[in-house]
């Protein structure tokens, strides 16, 4: 058999499995069999394939048939130009959370907290991009954060960046010019209605606070000055369809200049909130 029978084999499989993308998935899962960079796979199509590769590919298939995301098989997700290590214990990372990084590095962090961590790609991107900075991250998962420690060494930020276990500002001491999170947001009635590839594979704990959605946003509002610079600013993402009450919790807790910044897709992404 060659690479190209077992590459349409694959197709074939994913989209029977109602599978949108099945011949992008289907190269990307080959590439990763084969061990090369997905732009030489042609090159490769008229080889025979070797058994271990074939019997790597179909496992890679099989779970991309119950919906699991390629990231996840593969267990690494592209951010900010990096690659990093994810879970089954942490979110995978949304592409939509490059609008926050981008607000951030516009207010050039000196030291920063990043809040629901996760996989830590908020801080390690921010303590890679500005060597000078540094950051605190915390999560409520200590899976989550073994994963955020392995990725701040693969990027060799491990030495200004110090982890913490618990719940939102609980561990947390001092005060930092950036608050940054990116917590869970969405609301009890989207959860219903979500993909089967996020709602079967994304912890809970990283999707929904339940209720409205907004319960993360209230607890960071409400104690955030504690920890902040007269000068700081709190960033945080928010789903395209909070920022009016997000703003609200904001200037509740006392925050006078709130800001609402879109992403690419001229949604509203992100919150900037100043004293
Ligand atoms: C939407 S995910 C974001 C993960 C990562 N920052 C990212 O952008 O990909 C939210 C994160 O908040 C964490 N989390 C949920 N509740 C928390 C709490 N009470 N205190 C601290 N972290 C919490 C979850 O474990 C999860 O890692």
Redesign the pocket.
């Known amino acids: 058999m060659t690479v190209q029978s077992a590459l349409m084999a694959g197709v074939q499989t994913l989209k029977l499995a109602g599978i949108d993308g099945a011949a992008r998935d289907a190269r990307v899962l080959m590439s990763a069999a084969l061990g090369i960079d997905a732009s030489r796979l042609t090159l490769c199509l008229h080889d025979p394939i070797a058994d271990d590769v074939r019997s790597l590919f179909e496992g890679y298939i099989a779970a991309r048939q119950t919906h699991r995301p390629v990231s996840r098989i593969l267990g690494r997700r592209e951010f900010w130009g990096r690659s990093f290590k994810i879970s089954d214990d942490?979110?995978?990372?949304?592409g939509d959370?490059e609008t926050?990084i981008a607000e951030a590095l516009r207010h050039a962090p000196h030291r920063f907290l990043?809040?629901?961590?996760?996989?830590?790609?908020?801080a390690i991107t921010l303590l890679a991009e500005v060597a000078s900075c540094t950051g605190v991250a915390?999560?409520?998962?200590d899976r989550?954060l073994d994963i955020a420690r392995y990725n701040a060494r693969q990027h060799n930020v491990e030495d200004r960046l110090e982890i913490l276990t618990?719940?939102?500002f609980?561990p947390v001491a001092g005060v930092y010019d950036l608050i940054l999170?990116?917590?869970?947001?969405i609301t009890e009635t989207e959860m219903t209605a979500l993909a089967p590839d996020v709602a079967l594979f994304d912890?809970k704990?990283?999707?929904t606070?339940g209720g409205d959605g907004l319960d993360?946003y209230r607890?960071i509002a409400a104690q955030a000055k504690m920890y902040l610079t007269q000068t700081g600013a709190v960033i945080v993402?928010i789903g395209h369809l909070q920022a009016k009450d997000v703003t609200q919790i904001f200037q509740f807790h006392g925050f006078g200049n709130v800001t609402v910044i879109q992403d690419f897709d001229q949604k509203d992404r992100v919150i900037v909130a100043k004293l």
């Open positions: 942490v979110l995978d990372p949304r959370t926050l990043d809040l629901g961590t996760g996989s830590g790609i908020i915390v999560d409520i998962s989550a618990g719940s939102w609980a999170s990116n917590p869970p947001y912890p704990i990283a999707l606070p993360a607890e993402e």
